[in-house]
């Protein structure tokens, strides 16, 4: 099992900056896929970032530019910093774990971009 806990989430204006946190502990694999994904209202969840544990990323298209995922393997913690954000990135946001035939889901952390 992997408890993910994540963090960072809040209220900020468009342009503004938000840094979410996700620390896993538990059964953690030195292979894995860490990463973060978003549900807005009635739509469908949506990957945002991943990274892998050699580091290799992948974005979505809407956030390139704007969003950085990083993650320290010592602290088995994944970061999203995300800047210039839009009322468009407003949605909850969960941290996911994957490794082998597991993956493993945060409770998400709501974020909201508005004036």
């Known amino acids: 099992q992997v408890q993910l806990v994540e963090s960072g989430g809040g209220l900020v204006q468009p342009g503004g900056s938000l840094r979410l946190s996700c620390a896993a502990s538990?059964?953690?694999?030195?292979?894995?896929?860490m990463g973060w994904y978003r549900q807005a209202p009635g739509k469908q969840r949506e990957l945002v970032a991943v990274?892998?544990?050699?580091?290799?990323?992948n974005y979505a298209g809407s956030v390139k530019g704007r969003f950085t995922i990083s993650r320290d393997n010592a602290k088995n913690t994944v970061y999203l910093q995300m800047n210039s954000l839009k009322p468009e990135d407003t949605a909850v946001y969960y941290c996911h774990y994957g490794s082998g035939w597991n993956d493993y889901w945060g409770q998400g952390t709501q974020v909201t971009v508005s004036s």
């Open positions: 538990g059964s953690i694999s030195s292979i894995s896929v």
């Open positions: 990274i892998t544990s050699g580091s290799v990323t």
